[in-house]
Nanobody, 128 residues
Framework: QENLVESGGGSVQAGGSLRLSCAAS????????MGWFRQAAGREREPIAR???????NYANSVKGRFTISKDNAENTLYLQMNSPKPEDTARYFC??????????????????????WGQGTHVTVSS
């Protein structure tokens, strides 16, 4: 069974930095993509970053230039480096892995496919 486990969440001051990790229990090398989503209180889950199997990365405008997604294929671990976070980045962050055909072929920062796997999330609080 495919499992994804996030870690690294916590509290950070605005302008600081934080790195989230997502450990996969299986080989994700051939996944369509892996991505990060977040869900703030009272809001819907939103995609923020994606990395394809060839290493191509894409970001939502809200995090572009501040957050960096990366992946260690040898360790089957996904990362999200959060630099200069803002209070509005406060949310629960989820990693995801997708397989099969693209669900949103026109939106390259969204990692959703025919089959999708999710972690339980890790919470990030950014204080001003």
């Amino acid at each position: 069974q495919e499992n994804l486990v996030e870690s690294g969440g916590g509290s950070v001051q605005a302008g600081g930095s934080l790195r989230l990790s997502c450990a996969a229990s299986y080989d994700t090398t051939d996944s369509l993509c892996m991505g990060w989503f977040r869900q703030a209180a009272g809001r819907e889950r939103e995609p923020i970053a994606r990395i394809d199997s060839d290493g191509t990365t894409n970001y939502a405008n809200s995090v572009k230039g501040r957050f960096t997604i990366s992946k260690d294929n040898a360790e089957n671990t996904l990362y999200l480096q959060m630099n200069s976070p803002k209070p509005e980045d406060t949310a629960r962050y989820f990693c995801a892995a997708a397989e099969g055909a693209e669900a949103f072929p026109g939106e390259k920062y969204i990692c959703i496919g025919e089959n999708n796997y999710w972690g339980q999330g890790t919470h990030v609080t950014v204080s001003s």
